[in-house]
């Protein structure tokens, strides 16, 4: 394209120059030229550098979003299973409130608690092993931060509700005491809500600009 341009130009002003009046006149139509040639250059090379810094930053987003969705779906997993043994902790005491003394079986309850804080203590290291992901721009790595410190405190209080019910269910241990007991723990030592939602769709967001 340039050089068809170029060709142009030269065939241009040799016309020109072969008709034009005089050498004053051939001199002001080469400088317009010159110009209007120039500008068309300028604005095409800033077009061409436009054009390479978009596609950059659309494979640099495409990068984040993957990145992102990758760490997001790996968190959502532990979320599962954080709200699967809650879940479990929710059904024990369920349980134990519609049974009577005369079926309470104190060895069975008390060996659901140790499987469930099992399952809570593995559950709390793996969340307290996780990191945002490097590559992230830092306002987006900031965010996941905050994400994970949120889970890091939730799991915590989770796990020591779990902790504390499994303590005050070791036998022996009389039903009635034991309701009022797990009760009371329920109400002091159980987490609040995860709220993340307003991080995670402040990350999406930035990634979808």
Excluded at 14 to 30: E, G, Q, R
Aim: net charge negative.
């Amino acid at each position: 394209m340039i050089a068809l341009i170029l060709i142009a130009a030269v065939v241009t002003m040799a016309f020109l120059y072969k008709f034009s009046p005089t050498k004053k006149t051939f001199m002001i139509i080469c400088a317009v030229l010159v110009i209007v040639f120039g500008t068309s250059a300028f604005i095409r090379g800033q077009q061409v550098q436009q054009e390479k810094i978009s596609r950059a930053q659309l494979e640099e987003l495409l990068e984040q979003q993957k990145i992102f969705g990758e760490w997001y779906a790996a968190y959502q997993k532990d979320i599962d299973r954080l709200d699967r043994n809650w879940q479990s902790y929710h059904n024990i005491i369920e349980g134990l409130n519609s049974i009577d003394a005369q079926n309470f079986n104190a060895d069975a309850l008390h060996m659901r608690f140790l499987i469930l804080e099992q399952d809570s203590i593995e559950e709390q290291i793996k969340i307290r092993m996780l990191y945002a992901p490097p590559e992230l721009s830092r306002e987006s790595r900031a965010l996941v931060e905050t994400v994970i410190y949120k889970t890091q405190q939730y799991v915590d209080a989770q796990t020591k509700t779990i902790i504390l019910s499994e303590a005050a269910a070791k036998p022996p241990v009389e039903l009635e005491d034991l309701k009022l007991k797990l009760h009371d723990i329920m109400i002091r030592e159980s987490p609040e809500g995860l709220f993340t939602a307003q991080e995670i769709s402040a990350i999406r967001s930035a990634l979808r600009d």
